[in-house]
């Protein structure tokens, strides 16, 4: 489509993107709206792309106001007859709409719709669309390769040649659970880089990112980033601050208002910041049971298959440790009692969590294995090695000193919350069951994750038998009032099933 | 899932729907956003649902804000401790998960979104999941049936008892085809109620209420038109004024930015509209070829077995005419020019377009025949004799009276613009197509829809034989610029195809 206006000259530069102004009633005329895009042709110059602005008083009907960027580079007379050709779509609107009818994307296609998105051309209601139109036609594995690889290649990377990077993933839903802050110091000391980045609780009453947060800053640039890796072959900090697959968190957004996150969807996030990181050896925690995202064996299945794949086209060497999960790991729930688990398994203490060191041990050994740093079924056993002779926590001790923490904390003297209270058990019994999802909410209650001290530290495990007066567990938070409340939501809610 | 807070009377009302006062870490804890919805409770008093707003001075963590509506009809101590509970997303979100893997809706669920939409409950991100869940899975017959249901339902009604009300619509996309204006008088002068809503124009040079406006407003209250429509038995309004099916505006705004309008949606738009209206006896003008909104006759008989069935459900006895077009019905193009074929008609002048003259019989006499005014094959007659009595202008002459315009207006002197300029052929030949798109891309370049006296006279039909130099069409603008604009344009589009 054409159509014919005159030129204006506009004293006002935009900037950024060349623009033109059309009179509210031209853009209605010729159902252009602010934000299209046009194309503009005088003589015989070339074509110059322009974004329509719309305004009422600027500019007269039948004229076209050029700002100042494309008065200045393509001369123009005044009153000029300029033609203005609608722009076609771009390439990911025609290619959502593909998607939409159940058609196969290309990976020129994909790449259009990302980095539109990426770019801030694609708006919400767009993306809704993109998102939407998987359920039209679920990925094919090529498709799933190619948002990947699009969302890595939108974002920045860390780029460090001739290392080999590992990393640890945790696929997620887990109470406790921190073996990360195990793991990295122990492959660190063993002399592999692997540069964590980890993300903040959404639902949880702590991510690894607040729990790190405990014992130093977790906000650098990648810049900076770099620079601790190779000094200390290893990092603990937030992914959310970084640039790495921005795509990502702007398609979880619009995911939020109906909750809607599939598998394919998660997959596909966790690959593209592993492929902006430049890792090589993958091993992924994939806790299976009804507390935790990947509910059935089938589904994990299905889910590891996929991983495997991406692995395969990216060249990243992958193993998923799929295990069932039945109660959280470690004792503590929220940052600073997961902090104090940590470092209680780091530097010896007899009151250390066994099962999340014995959890923390397995997937080290499983990525020194992975990387061909061990052989198979031996890789416990060296990261025990590492792990007791100490080497484990003066590595911690360099990240924490690089990112800005004490390194000489002591696990007894991670600041706890000023209130506690010990909730003893009302009948005797065997604990038969761990409700996760009250743990996360009374944690919550308690103040979980935004004030680090408070959470709940449970004296108890499945299997364990229980007398009546017993402590089961124990709340902490910043005051009373939320102890208050912590209470009164056990009246309610069971953390632990005695029969 | 539930947690517990303290009570902060607030002494401020927030009107309409009651509402709790979060603050913005209590928020970010318990993952709730602004807008959600909780049930309270304390005592043994009944749940009380409110919506979240989140602060970050006028309330604590810990605390929970109630503004006055509920403390004051809920009576509740200082600190009271509040449960307060997640309340489950409303059914239309469901229904929109539902959708989109796939699953048939109930009538419940989509009345539920429908209703949501209205009630502007749902985003704009929800609407698109919304659209695009069609693509998931077409809707079944059942499915539209439901749709069209809860759109009519959700907004203002025309409600006149014991009359029968008849319509015709057209389905669109051909360029005059001013129809409308001549079928209503000859109806309503016929005896049959015939309350005609119309749309603007959006991407074509006149809509019939742009037209319509030329000769009388067209803005008026559902009370004012049930006023018109007793007196008159007519009226030609413009429908995007009143609050008939608003769902489907709203709808309508988010498959702007990719374009799409599926047949489905079309057909409920339409159908939902003449629901609200109460229409009986319906025509529905089908126009079918590559320049109109229906291509090919199979698509034409899909969508008119959906317009059958739906008509079957709702009571509304219906005929789809198609016909093929090739070229605009009429000569004008542009409200006043369209305006001006009508009054020929109607006002029998000699230089009358017969083509729109002969359509608007046919429409008129189908929709006599369907609604048991006259025998089969006698419709077009019975309507002929009430054009060429006069009796019809007399109607339209009551119809522009009472909507506020000039009654003894004259079809020539309907004002056009002040410049024109007739353009001559270059060849001879016989005129073998005609460009609907060139016309179109071409009156707007003129000025209409908005500028209402801009547009084309069309001097030539197809199979008419054409020397150099006889005039093809006239251009009318507002101003010599835009004629100017015009003159460049058909340097590189043309509207006629002469062989």
Redesign the interface.
């Given at each position: 489509?054409?159509?014919?206006?005159?030129s204006k000259k506009l004293n006002i530069e935009t900037g950024d993107y060349p623009e033109v102004l059309l009179h509210e009633?031209e853009a209605?005329?010729?159902?252009i709206?602010a934000g299209d895009r046009v194309g503009l042709s005088w003589y015989r110059r070339k074509k110059i792309f322009a974004i329509v602005d719309v305004a009422e008083k600027e500019i007269k009907?039948?004229q076209i106001g050029l700002f100042e960027e494309i008065w200045k580079k393509y001369p123009c007379r005044k009153d000029e007859?300029i033609?203005v050709n609608m722009v076609e779509?771009p390439l990911s609107?025609h290619a959502?709409?593909k998607k939409?009818?159940?058609e196969e994307l290309t990976y020129e296609e994909i790449y259009s719709v990302i980095n539109d998105i990426v770019k801030r051309k694609l708006?919400?209601?767009?993306?809704?669309?993109f998102?939407?139109?998987s359920?039209?036609k679920p990925y094919t594995l090529d498709e799933l390769y190619y948002l990947t690889k699009a969302i890595a290649d939108t974002g920045e990377k860390l780029v460090l040649p001739h290392r080999t990077i590992v990393d640890k993933h945790s696929v997620g839903g887990l109470a406790g659970n921190r073996t990360t802050m195990i793991v990295i110091p122990i492959i660190a000391a063993f002399g592999l880089y692997i540069p964590k980045t980890s993300s903040r609780a959404?639902?949880s009453p702590a991510g690894t990112a607040d729990t790190m947060e405990v014992l130093a800053p977790v906000s650098f640039s990648m810049r900076k980033i770099k620079e601790l890796v190779l000094k200390n072959k290893a990092c603990m900090i937030w992914g959310g601050g970084l640039n790495i697959a921005p795509a990502d968190d702007l398609i979880i957004k619009?995911t939020?208002?109906?909750?809607?996150e599939p598998y394919d969807k998660m997959i596909v996030s966790i690959m593209a910041k592993k492929v902006a990181m430049g890792v090589k050896y993958l091993v992924i925690d994939m806790p299976i049971g009804p507390g935790t995202k990947i509910k059935t064996l089938r589904v994990a299945e299905e889910v590891e298959k996929k991983f495997l794949y991406l692995g395969r086209r990216f060249g990243i060497k992958i193993e998923v440790v799929k295990m069932p999960a039945r109660e959280p790991v470690g004792k503590g729930i929220g940052p600073a009692l997961e902090a104090r688990d940590v470092l209680r398994v780091l530097q010896r203490k007899d009151k250390r969590p066994l099962d999340l060191e014995s959890k923390a041990l397995i997937m080290s050994g499983k990525l020194l294995e992975l990387a061909g740093q061990a052989k198979r079924g031996k890789g416990k056993e060296a990261a025990a090695e590492i792990l007791k002779s100490g080497k484990a926590w003066k590595k911690m001790q360099e990240i924490i000193k690089s990112q800005g923490g004490n390194p000489n904390i002591d696990a007894n003297s991670v600041t706890l919350g000023g209130e506690y209270f010990r909730v003893p058990s009302q009948k005797a019994g065997k604990v038969t069951a761990v409700d996760n999802?009250a743990i996360d909410?009374i944690a919550?209650?308690l103040?979980?994750?935004?004030?680090k001290m408070a959470g709940i530290y449970l004296h108890k495990r499945i299997g364990q038998r229980v007398n009546k007066g017993d402590k089961l567990f124990t709340f902490y938070a910043q005051?009373k009032?939320?102890i208050?409340?912590?209470k009164?939501?056990i009246e309610?809610?069971e953390i632990y099933s005695i029969n």
């Open positions: 489509m054409a159509f014919y206006l005159k009633k209605l005329n010729f159902g709206h009907p039948g007859i033609e779509r609107v959502i709409n939409l009818i159940g708006g919400s209601i767009e993306l809704a669309y998102v939407a139109s359920f039209a959404i639902t619009v939020r208002p109906l909750s809607i999802q909410e919550r209650t103040g979980a994750p935004v004030e005051n009032d939320r208050a409340l912590a009164k939501a309610k809610i």
